[in-house]
């Protein structure tokens, strides 16, 4: 009687482990791209929410006629920045401005203000702007990813 025993093998060889490894490096290279790409969408979105919201505090101000006074938002392209301020006109030396850092990654790529401003303040009262237009914040490196924020002529802001 002769047996044949075939030997099995137990684990994995090289050329298995090396196609394994690949494949998970490739993987997380797509999960990390994938990520950075959300990241930097949620920072565009934030950023739009950002502008709006201090335009719609500047008519707000204005319109509860806060120390008497105006309020507006000045739009710093050098800067990457926004700055809240009081009074009809923007002052950069004024110890009241309140400067808002945009997110690193985010430009304002395009400000279409009529007057060719970079700034707007809101008439006491009727909360009439001094200036209507756009702004367009996109990604940094990426002209495809773009928020556009208009402001109507009745002072109110929204992102298109």
Do not use: C, W
Request: net charge negative; glycine share 6%.
């Amino acid at each position: 009687m002769h047996f044949d025993f075939e030997r099995k093998q137990i684990g994995f060889s090289l050329i298995e482990i090396i196609i394994a490894v690949a494949v998970l490096g490739i993987l997380a290279v797509l999960a990390v791209s994938g990520f950075s790409s959300f990241k930097a969408s949620g920072e565009l979105f934030r950023a739009a929410d950002t502008i709006v919201g201090a335009l719609n505090n500047a008519r707000s101000q204005t319109l509860a006629s806060r120390d008497d006074s105006q309020y507006g938002v000045f739009f710093d392209q050098n800067q990457n920045q926004i700055v809240f301020f009081a009074g009809n006109y923007y002052n950069a030396s004024s110890p009241t401005n309140e400067i808002t850092e945009l997110p690193t990654q985010i430009e304002i790529s395009s400000l279409s203000l009529t007057n060719a401003t970079t700034a707007i303040a809101f008439a006491r009262l009727s909360g009439d702007p001094s200036a209507t237009g756009t702004v367009v914040l996109r990604i940094k490196g990426n002209t495809l990813q773009t928020k556009t924020i208009q402001i109507n002529d009745s002072g109110t802001a929204e992102i298109k």
